[in-house]
T-cell receptor, first 113, second 116 residues
């Protein structure tokens, strides 16, 4: 199936731990994104990569570090997790043009206890 | 800069009734506009998009939206609601050649409830 897939789907961890979320797309897109959806369902962009180059870096704590080994993959590593990091994290991809819609993965629900 | 306002965080309709979800945008450049739907515990799925050309755009599942520049609106409609339409709906905007470098800005979402 052609899609954006992210793993894991659920992630429960304790404060202070370090965790990673992986994302892969097989749509042939050159741009990938991380969005955060909070408990009120508000979606906010965190990062975007185009051809492995960081092009959007919103005001996000530097405990969050994205890594794009190639155009098809964008991972998110989070250090020293805090309670406020609990959210659903969505990976997305698109072609680089402004009129191209984003295709979203099914999300990773992160719960920090 | 771009922004999106969705009027009404919660809309309830009866099955078979008209669905109208409101979206107003603000953009300093001509916008690209999108509607997405999110079912529980799933990612966002594109319903339809406006880029250029015809201002009335048709999407999946019988939805359509009309771009009205004078009103800075992009409301989503469906003539007859089905129970399966119950979901969260997001309007989003992106700017033509903006310095936002491709940021897709979302509204706060509208929960659509469909009553039998």
């Amino acid at each position: 199936d052609t899609a954006v897939s992210q793993t894991p789907k659920y992630l429960v961890t304790q404060m202070g731990n370090d965790k990673s979320i992986k994302c892969e797309q097989n749509l042939g897109h050159d741009t990938m994104y991380w969005y955060k959806q909070d408990s009120k369902k508000f979606l906010k962009i965190m990062f975007s990569y185009n051809n492995k180059e960081l092009i959007i870096n919103e005001t996000v704590p530097n405990r969050f570090s994205p890594k794009s080994p190639d155009k098809a993959h964008l991972n998110l590593h989070i250090n020293s997790l805090e309670l406020g990091d609990s959210a659903v994290y969505f990976c997305a991809s698109s072609l680089g043009q402004m009129n191209s819609p984003l295709h979203f993965g099914n999300g990773t629900r992160l719960t920090v206890t | 800069a771009q922004s999106v306002t969705q009027l009404g965080s919660h809309v309830s309709v009866s099955e078979g009734a008209l669905v109208l979800l409101r979206c107003n945008y603000s953009s300093s450049v001509p916008p690209y506009l999108f509607w997405y739907v999110q079912y529980p515990n799933q990612g966002l799925q594109l319903l339809l998009k406006y880029t250029t050309g015809a201002t009335l755009v048709k999407g999946i599942n019988g939805f359509e939206a009309e771009f009205k520049k004078s009103e800075t609106s992009f409301h989503l409609t469906k003539p007859s609601a089905h129970m399966s339409d119950a979901a969260e709906y997001f309007c989003a905007v992106r700017g033509h050649g903006s310095s936002n470098t491709g940021k897709l800005i979302f509204g706060q979402g509208t929960t659509l409830q469909v009553k039998p």
